[in-house]
Antibody, heavy 123, light 110 residues
Framework: QVQLVESGGGVVQPGGSLRLSCAAS????????MHWVRQAPGRGLEWVAI???????RYYRDSVKGRFTVSRDSSNTLYLEMNNVRPDDTALYYC?????????????????WGQGTLVTVSP | QSALTQPPSVSGSPGQSVTISCAGT?????????VSWYQQRPGKAPKLMIY???ERPSGVPARFSGSKSGNTASLTISGLQTEDEADYYC??????????FGSGTTVTVL
């Protein structure tokens, strides 16, 4: 069955860096684009980034552009490199696979989600 | 990238129907038929309930249905059950491979 397991969260100071990981199994990871979505404590879901199935295309929400980098590798792992973090980046970060294979707009909505990893930005 | 607008809460008795609205603009909900809905129970990850406005993934009960008119999408739960009590979020494609979520709605079963 599909499994997504996030890790790497923790407490980081403003201006610091953190790398999140998402280990995927139970599906052909190399055929699916992947999302990062976050949820601040007690708040709603917020889309963060998407990476294409082969890693060549990456898109971000405006507030993280230039600070966050999404990547993936052949070990079935998705990453989110977070630099120059701010207090408003504090959230539970989820990875999610898209619905369909390859890269079609119609099939890029998030499908299955991991359980999330918590990032807290605090002095 | 402003959040789509949902009512903070809706409620109904078991067996009743409730509808959650999701208001966007012509650049997201109104511009594409790629609206999805997610159910999130406390402390749990979101679960896909509806995709492409009206489509239901296998395993999702038929009492969940979706629709769209203009810039507003809707999720209807017919025959409300106690296990439907949760937060619900809409999500729309917003062009250039970006997405936007709704503000979320808490469904309470009275």
């Amino acid at each position: 069955q599909v499994q997504l397991v996030e890790s790497g969260g923790g407490v980081v100071q403003p201006g610091g860096s953190l790398r999140l990981s998402c280990a995927a199994s139970g599906f052909n990871f190399n055929n699916y684009a992947m999302h990062w979505v976050r949820q601040a404590p007690g708040r709603g879901l917020e889309w963060v980034a998407i990476i294409s199935y082969e890693g060549s295309k990456r898109y971000y929400r405006d507030s993280v552009k230039g600070r966050f980098t999404v990547s993936r590798d052949s070990s079935n792992t998705l990453y989110l490199e977070m630099n120059n973090v701010r207090p408003d980046d504090t959230a539970l970060y989820y990875c999610a696979k898209v619905r369909g294979i390859f890269w079609f707009e119609k099939e890029l909505s998030p499908d299955f989600w991991g359980q999330g990893t918590l990032v807290t930005v605090s002095p | 990238q402003s959040a789509l607008t949902q009512p903070p809460s809706v409620s109904g008795s078991p067996g009743q129907s409730v509808t959650i609205s999701c208001a966007g603009t012509t650049t997201d909900v109104g511009g594409y038929n790629y609206v999805s809905w997610y159910q999130q129970r406390p402390g749990k990850a979101p679960k896909l309930m509806i995709y492409d406005v009206t489509e239901r993934p296998s395993g999702v009960p038929a009492r969940f249905s979706g629709s769209k008119s203009g810039n507003t999408a809707s999720l209807t739960i017919s025959g409300l059950q106690t296990e439907d009590e949760a937060d619900y979020y809409c999500c729309s494609y917003a062009g250039t491979y970006s997405f936007v979520f709704g503000s979320g709605t808490t469904v309470t079963v009275l």
